[in-house]
């Protein structure tokens, strides 16, 4: 048979809060600690999914102020130099057609010399062309000074 002893030592309400409280506090430190090493494995595994900030804008040169040479990468007669009129009616300085070295593009492009990719991609929505890419071949010396190239592909 079991008998009950009377407790010989009272508990006061303090004594129940600061339990509490402990347990919460380690909780709180456990819960810490988890997170920090999610960050340091986040950080380890490489950069966030957030990019980069991007350096500020430089506003676009104006139309007046480019120069574009339009080059018939089809064979069809007259397309680059139909292409330059509009060109020069939108506004641009100089819109120079010839022909392309091949006659074989199977689509069109816009290629731009380094620093002149955003007036590459405003002259692309121009003329209703998707690809935009970095100029990385030689253009004649008559063209040197020219920033932004025009292929018309078929």
Do not use: C
Not at 38 to 52: L, V, W
Not at 123 to 136: G, N, S
């Amino acid at each position: 048979m079991e008998h009950v002893q009377p407790l010989t030592r009272s508990f006061s309400w303090r004594a129940g809060a600061l339990a509490v409280a402990l347990l919460v506090a380690l909780a709180l430190a456990v819960a810490g600690g988890v997170v920090l090493v999610h960050r340091q494995e986040a950080a380890r595994s490489g950069p966030a999914s957030s990019p980069a900030p991007k350096p500020p804008a430089l506003p676009l040169r104006a139309r007046s102020r480019i120069s574009v040479l339009v080059l018939n990468g089809n064979g069809i007669a007259h397309v680059a130099g139909n292409t330059a009129t509009q060109l020069l009616a939108r506004g641009y300085r100089h819109a120079i057609p010839s022909n392309a070295p091949s006659l074989e593009y199977a689509r069109s492009l816009v290629l731009f010399r380094r620093g002149w990719e955003p007036e590459a991609e405003r002259l692309a929505r121009d003329v209703k062309i998707p690809t935009v890419a970095p100029l990385d071949g030689h253009v004649g010396r008559a063209y040197a000074h020219v920033p932004l190239v025009l292929i018309l592909g078929r």
